[in-house]
């Protein structure tokens, strides 16, 4: 029994981070506190909040702590701590380094793109945006407005015409020298203003450029001006969002279901609405509003691009965040927690937002459940099945062989479990081999405590696969999981599969109505994409690698000098004896031998 007295008596009265450990070493929780004694005393007190509370406090066998400067500095600390341990009785928001950003390119003539992932120097990035839609529709509008370049390095340094971008009006043709390098910089220019929500001030600019080209008598130049005026006036009838006093600002909501939170976040980024995208955290049950709210707060914001003004739906305490966020920004941050007026509307449209996701996510999950039931039920397995690993080979012919395996768990497919395995070593197109291969890698680790073990395996083949998959069960002792064969029907059509169970031999054929089969086809045709396009990439790879680079004088420098110069491999087959000698590094006689082996 853990004795706290000893750990309290000698805590400090000093803000800072704790965290709960249990016998195996593991950190349960983290959390900040402005009174280390006070707040990790209130956790043995008799009557504890909650049977949540109850139960982490049941697990505890060790704690430690770490003192900081100021509640602040604490923040920091158990986010970046919550984030590397994904302590279990946290509330616990996926680290989503996925949003999209448009960028403006450092390049002579800017580009205008859609970027995802890490930021390079000399490029400007504008979001993130809710999601890639939000994105290409903003690129289009500013197509449509500034008429910025949006093709690769490799295509716009080899024009010799305009593209129909041009044609349909969508870019001022840089590549051929239509516009000047000027003029060009400063659409470049407005449309950063417009991204950065300065819209008065582009559109005040613009008009001034009208009237001086029309006091010029370049009434041609005016009339494009006037244009651009008018498609950013219907922009703003379409978009703009009135009374908000910035032009970046989000607005979230939080609602609850069955134990399950939802956090939405509504979009409004220079003045216009970009979308929403709901969040499901881990570890809610039994937790409050208020305390995934916080939590999300600290998980999304930290270490992220945050708009002045946040509106949230629920009362909490913000000023340690206020703090943390404004120097974060280099700028003040102001949460609203009394939203009035049209905050309030846009806080009830992202309520609705949250409150149909937990519904559309249950009805999800009772769907799932039932195709679950249904599974056990025809496969006669006990009520305790839930983990469930399916696996799948994929080549072409033998070339870049690679294997899958998925995983259904706690009533989903569980993506951040999806392993591919490359095959390499075995005949070419042996897939008895290769099923081999990956089950021994897979559950030789399972069998030695690494990794969780499966209730059912569907194993993608009929009975050679099957037979293959009894046998290292065997070797490696897991002997009493059930596997299951899934041979394909009749011209491999959908409701004809064909189930071989190990333990007794039997085949069995389900109803094409029935939901176990739908289960079994879901998880069995997930395994076949996990595994395709791992081979895809593979086989891509590998003949891009043979194609150029087993050209005797072609390293991985003259490489990238061909494919950039002439946008991928397609463009260099297709090049002349000439224009490949034109690349930096080619002599003509190189030139003519890439040129040979291509052919």
Same mark, same amino acid.
Request: net charge positive; with cysteine.
């Given at each position: 029994?853990?004795?706290?007295?000893?750990?309290?008596?000698?805590?400090?009265?000093?803000?800072?981070?704790?965290?709960?450990?249990?016998?195996?070493?593991?950190?349960?929780?983290?959390?900040?506190?402005?009174?280390?004694?006070?707040?990790?005393?209130? %956790?043995?007190?008799?009557?504890?909040?909650?049977?949540?509370?109850?139960?982490?406090?049941?697990?505890?066998?060790?704690?430690?702590?770490?003192?900081?400067?100021?509640?602040?500095?604490?923040?920091?600390?158990?986010?970046?701590?919550?984030?590397?341990?994904?302590?279990?009785?946290?509330?616990?928001?996926?680290?989503?380094?996925?949003?999209?950003?448009?960028?403006?390119?450092?390049?002579?003539?800017?580009?205008?793109?859609?970027?995802?992932?890490?930021?390079?120097?000399?490029?400007?990035?504008?979001?993130?945006?809710?999601?890639?839609?939000?994105?290409?529709?903003?690129?289009?509008?500013?197509?449509?407005?500034?008429?910025?370049?949006?093709?690769?390095?490799?295509?716009?340094?080899?024009?010799?015409?305009?593209?129909?971008?041009?044609?349909?009006?969508?870019?001022?043709?840089?590549?051929?020298?239509?516009?000047?390098?000027?003029?060009?910089?400063?659409?470049?220019?407005?449309?950063?203003?417009?991204?950065?929500?300065?819209?008065?001030?582009?559109?005040?600019?613009?008009?001034?450029?009208?009237?001086?080209?029309?006091?010029?008598?370049?009434?041609?130049?005016?009339?494009?001006?006037?244009?651009?005026?008018?498609? #950013?006036?219907?922009?703003?009838?379409?978009?703009?969002?009135?009374?908000?006093?910035?032009?970046?600002?989000?607005? =979230?909501?939080?609602?609850? #279901?069955?134990?399950?939170?939802?956090?939405?976040?509504?979009? =409004?980024?220079?003045?216009?609405?970009?979308?929403?995208?709901? %969040?499901?955290?881990?570890?809610?049950?039994?937790?409050?509003?208020?305390?995934?709210?916080?939590?999300?707060?600290?998980?999304?914001?930290?270490?992220?691009?945050?708009?002045?003004?946040?509106?949230?739906?629920?009362?909490?305490?913000?000023?340690?965040?206020?703090?943390?966020?404004?120097?974060?920004?280099?700028?003040?941050?102001?949460?609203?927690?009394?939203? =009035?007026?049209?905050?309030?509307?846009?806080?009830?449209?992202?309520?609705?937002?949250?409150?149909?996701?937990?519904?559309?996510?249950?009805?999800?999950?009772?769907?799932?459940?039932?195709?679950?039931?249904?599974?056990?039920?025809?496969?006669?397995?006990?009520?305790?099945?839930?983990?469930?690993?399916?696996? @799948?080979?994929?080549?072409?012919?033998?070339?870049?062989?690679?294997?899958?395996?998925?995983?259904?768990?706690?009533?989903?497919?569980?993506?951040?479990?999806?392993?591919?395995?490359?095959?390499?070593?075995?005949?070419?197109?042996?897939?008895?081999?290769?099923?081999?291969?990956?089950?021994?890698?897979? %559950?030789?680790?399972?069998?030695?405590?690494?990794?969780?073990?499966?209730?059912?395996?569907?194993?993608?083949?009929?009975?050679?696969?099957?037979?293959?998959?009894?046998?290292?069960?065997?070797?490696?002792?897991?002997?009493?999981?059930?596997?299951?064969?899934?041979?394909?029907?009749?011209?491999?059509?959908?409701?004809?599969?064909?189930?071989?169970?190990?333990?007794?031999?039997?085949?069995?054929?389900?109803?094409?109505?029935?939901?176990? #089969?739908?289960?079994?086809?879901?998880?069995? @045709?997930?395994?076949?994409?996990?595994?395709?396009?791992?081979?895809?990439?593979?086989?891509?790879?590998?003949?891009?690698?043979?194609?150029?680079?087993?050209?005797?004088?072609?390293?991985?420098?003259?490489?990238?000098?061909?494919?950039?110069?002439?946008?991928?491999?397609?463009?260099?087959?297709?090049?002349?004896?000439?224009? =490949?000698?034109?690349?930096?590094?080619?002599?003509?006689?190189?030139?003519?031998?890439?040129?040979?082996?291509?052919?």
């Amino acid at each position: 029994m853990f004795d706290p007295k000893p750990i309290l008596k000698n805590l400090p009265n000093l803000p800072g981070v704790y965290r709960m450990i249990n016998a195996t070493d593991e950190v349960i929780y983290v959390g900040k506190a402005k009174d280390l004694k006070k707040r990790v005393s209130s %956790y043995f007190n008799k009557n504890l909040p909650s049977p949540r509370t109850r139960m982490m406090v049941s697990n505890i066998v060790k704690i430690e702590t770490t003192v900081t400067h100021n509640e602040a500095e604490a923040l920091l600390l158990e986010n970046n701590l919550i984030k590397g341990l994904m302590p279990r009785y946290n509330v616990l928001f996926r680290d989503d380094k996925s949003y999209p950003y448009i960028t403006l390119t450092g390049d002579a003539f800017p580009r205008l793109a859609f970027h995802r992932g890490s930021q390079r120097k000399g490029s400007q990035y504008f979001g993130p945006f809710p999601n890639s839609v939000a994105v290409r529709e903003s690129i289009q509008l500013l197509q449509k407005v500034f008429k910025l370049r949006t093709c690769e390095n490799t295509v716009f340094a080899n024009r010799s015409r305009p593209c129909l971008q041009h044609q349909i009006e969508r870019c001022t043709a840089p590549c051929v020298g239509l516009i000047s390098d000027d003029n060009y910089r400063n659409d470049v220019y407005q449309a950063a203003l417009f991204l950065q929500g300065k819209t008065t001030e582009v559109m005040d600019t613009l008009a001034e450029q009208m009237n001086t080209a029309a006091a010029n008598q370049e009434y041609e130049r005016a009339m494009v001006f006037r244009d651009r005026i008018q498609a #950013l006036r219907q922009v703003q009838a379409k978009q703009f969002v009135s009374d908000f006093n910035v032009s970046d600002a989000d607005v =979230i909501a939080c609602a609850e #279901l069955q134990g399950q939170h939802c956090i939405n976040l509504v979009m =409004i980024r220079g003045g216009r609405h970009l979308g929403d995208r709901s %969040y499901m955290p881990k570890n809610t049950d039994g937790e409050t509003l208020e305390t995934s709210m916080a939590a999300f707060l600290a998980q999304h914001y930290v270490a992220q691009n945050t708009p002045p003004l946040i509106v949230v739906g629920i009362k909490i305490e913000t000023e340690i965040i206020e703090q943390v966020l404004s120097e974060q920004a280099g700028r003040k941050v102001k949460i609203n927690t009394n939203a =009035i007026g049209d905050k309030r509307v846009w806080l009830k449209m992202a309520q609705t937002n949250a409150e149909l996701a937990l519904a559309q996510r249950a009805a999800t999950s009772a769907n799932q459940a039932a195709k679950l039931v249904a599974l056990r039920e025809a496969l006669h397995l006990p009520d305790t099945t839930e983990r469930i690993e399916c696996f @799948d080979i994929s080549h072409t012919m033998g070339e870049a062989t690679v294997a899958s395996c998925v995983v259904f768990d706690r009533g989903d497919m569980q993506n951040s479990e999806y392993r591919r395995y490359n095959i390499t070593g075995i005949t070419p197109g042996d897939d008895y081999a290769a099923m081999r291969d990956v089950l021994t890698r897979r %559950y030789k680790k399972v069998a030695a405590g690494e990794g969780a073990r499966p209730d059912l395996v569907f194993i993608d083949g009929g009975k050679g696969q099957l037979g293959i998959a009894i046998e290292v069960m065997a070797e490696v002792g897991l002997d009493d999981i059930l596997l299951v064969g899934i041979a394909k029907g009749e011209d491999r059509k959908p409701g004809l599969e064909t189930m071989i169970f190990s333990d007794t031999g039997e085949m069995l054929n389900l109803g094409k109505d029935n939901k176990g #089969l739908h289960l079994l086809q879901q998880i069995r @045709d997930e395994a076949h994409r996990f595994a395709i396009t791992g081979h895809r990439a593979k086989r891509a790879k590998a003949r891009l690698h043979s194609s150029l680079e087993d050209i005797e004088g072609i390293g991985a420098k003259r490489r990238k000098a061909l494919l950039t110069r002439f946008g991928g491999l397609d463009g260099v087959k297709n090049a002349s004896i000439d224009e =490949i000698a034109n690349v930096e590094g080619i002599s003509q006689g190189l030139a003519e031998k890439i040129y040979g082996a291509l052919h």
